[in-house]
């Protein structure tokens, strides 16, 4: 008998040293089949956004099950796809693709994977005030995901003041009673807040740094990284350092992966396989290696 095989994809820029393959295959061979997940990294082979429906013909013709989606493609992408579901919908952010047939159907486990890595993070602590940096694809499933947390009030910083004020808009219709923002910076948006998330690529390997200034953690009760490799990044430690209680993106990585998992297979996914395999290779790599 043949055994039940999948192929899955990643898509996204600087992507080499990601470690979604390792926890979807690990996945696989614990339920006792096989994936092969591969790396489209659009970086390495010169695609930008406008290469998307090309790349998304392939994964059709190709026979993928499905494709995660990454930094920059995650709001792009949702103008190709065939339909969009779940609370992906209410983002127009997608972080998750599911082939149906020849249709391409969007998920966004960004937003599910980020309450669900809180809950485990944080317990029943309630976010306050937050201040949110970044605005993009992940910081608009993380924006959502505060709300049904019970955040009180966002502030929200982005380098694209425009892209902030345009998500500011939505928060503000779709959830009326939740106080939202734009700030001008980090800085100010931390200054009183309980606590503050980075949702950019800053920290990452491939973008070193701090999106907020060092002093400007002090006070806040909790800080959240979307990035989890590496784990303790500029933003964690600078948090860490300043009494904060932290969740590092190890939270967020393992659940959308979880998640994403059961979307692609149509199955729960083996949760603590996809956990060990991921603190293997993290552990492996050492403190700087790769991300989503």
């Given at each position: 008998?043949?055994a039940e095989r ?25 339920l006792?089949?096989e ?30 099950t ?17 339909a ?6 209410a ?14 159907v ?18 029943t602590?309630?976010?306050g ?18 709300v ?25 219709n ?33 973008y ?18 979307a ?6 990044t ?8 300043a ?9 967020l ?12 297979l149509?199955?729960p ?7 060990a395999?991921?603190?293997q ?12």
């Amino acid at each position: 008998m043949t055994a039940e095989r999948h192929l899955l994809g990643l898509i996204g820029a600087k992507i080499s040293r990601s470690i979604t393959p390792a926890m979807h295959e690990a996945a696989a061979r614990a339920l006792g089949f096989e994936i092969y997940y591969h790396l489209i990294d659009t970086e390495a082979l010169g695609l930008t956004t406008q290469d998307l429906p090309r790349m998304l013909d392939g994964v059709r013709a190709l026979g993928f099950t499905g494709v995660n989606v990454t930094h920059p493609f995650k709001e792009a992408v949702v103008a190709h796809l065939d339909a969009v579901e779940g609370a992906a919908a209410a983002l127009g952010s997608v972080n998750t693709v599911v082939l149906s047939g020849s249709r391409l159907v969007g998920h966004n486990t960004d937003y599910t994977g980020f309450i669900t890595g809180w809950r485990r993070a944080f317990r029943t602590l309630a976010p306050g005030q937050v201040a949110l940096i970044g605005t993009g694809g992940v910081g608009r499933a993380i924006a959502h995901g505060l709300v049904a947390l019970g955040a009180t009030a966002l502030l929200l910083v982005d380098i694209d003041a425009r892209r902030a004020q345009a998500l500011a808009l939505e928060m503000g219709n779709v959830h009326p009673s939740v106080a939202v923002a734009v700030a001008p910076d980090a800085g100010t948006a931390m200054k009183g807040a309980d606590g503050a998330v980075n949702a950019t690529p800053i920290g990452m390997y491939a973008y070193p740094g701090n999106p907020a200034p060092a002093g400007a953690f002090a006070g806040l009760k909790w800080a959240a990284d979307a990035i989890y490799t590496p784990l303790e990044t500029e933003f964690i430690v600078a948090a860490r350092r300043a009494g904060a209680a932290v969740m590092s993106g190890q939270e967020l990585a393992i659940g959308q992966a979880v998640d994403a998992f059961a979307l692609f297979l149509g199955r729960p996914a083996p949760v603590e396989a996809m956990r060990a395999a991921f603190l293997q290779r993290t552990q492996a790599a050492g403190p700087a290696r790769a991300a989503i």
